[in-house]
């Protein structure tokens, strides 16, 4: 199957600073990728949908000056957490949607981001 | 809003099939029936997607109602490792960003010895 990597799988920082997460898709191409939050005993919720060479579509209540993503090739699509908070302390996954008429999101295997 | 409905947990006793139920009644024509599945703190797996034929690979089997209003999941043999979080989803096709998945409360899957 398509594999997505995540790095790093876990990061600490502290408040007020900003945390990059790389998602890669590693043997396929991917158009589009999306990026999710996962909070603890909740279920995924989507983010933002990122197309390679335009801009992001964030989901309502999703600031997108505090979360910059960038897609800039067909593999890589990075998100950034500005000014990180304790609040945005959660497990952030990615997605790649495959092509080629499988038309299937395979996930990252997520990055655990704790924000003192 | 999710648009499917799940059994909050199940279990199975281990090497026993184990039948995951869903229920979508509001499917429009052109969404496929995804599933995913998520141990615990790692991302979701993809098992299977189906639109109206049942359909099997080596990971699970997929049965879909003629109505399709409905779906179950079958792993035939369960094994341990396979207590995950089991999500059921319905989602559009095609390679477009509006391809996204909407992830309810999925069933929680015990597999017993």
Redesign the interface.
């Known amino acids: 199957?398509a594999v997505?990597s995540?790095h790093p799988s876990w990061v600490i920082c502290k408040s007020g600073t900003s945390v990059k997460i790389e998602c890669r898709s590693l043997d396929f191409q991917a158009?589009?990728m999306?990026w999710?939050r996962q909070f603890p005993k909740q279920?995924?919720?989507?983010m933002a949908?990122s197309?390679e060479g335009s801009k992001a579509?964030y989901e309502q209540g999703v600031e997108k000056d505090k979360f910059l993503i960038n897609h800039a090739s067909l593999t890589l699509s990075t998100l950034t957490v500005t000014s990180a908070h304790p609040e945005d302390s959660s497990?952030y996954?990615c997605?790649a949607?495959?092509?080629g008429g499988t038309?299937?999101?395979?996930?990252?295997?997520?990055t655990?981001l704790t924000v003192l | 809003d999710a648009k499917t409905t799940q059994p909050t947990s199940m279990d199975c006793a281990e090497g026993r099939a184990a039948n995951l139920p869903c229920n979508h009644s509001t499917i429009s024509g052109n969404e496929?029936v995804?599933w995913?599945r998520?141990i615990h703190?790692?991302?979701?797996?993809?098992i299977i997607?189906g639109l109206k034929n049942n359909e099997t690979n080596e990971m699970a089997s997929l049965i879909i109602t003629e109505d399709r209003k409905s779906s179950t999941l079958i792993l035939p043999h369960a094994t341990l490792r396979d207590t995950a979080v089991y999500?059921c989803i319905v989602s559009p096709?095609?390679?477009?960003?509006g391809?996204?998945?909407?992830?309810?409360?999925?069933t929680r899957l015990m597999v017993k010895p």
């Open positions: 199957g997505v995540q158009t589009t999306f999710y279920s995924l919720m989507l949908t197309n579509t497990f996954i997605s949607l495959s092509g038309d299937t999101q395979y996930f990252g295997p997520g655990r | 496929y995804y995913y998520q703190s790692q991302g979701p797996q993809y997607h999500y096709g095609g390679n477009n960003a391809n996204m998945l909407t992830f309810g409360g999925g």
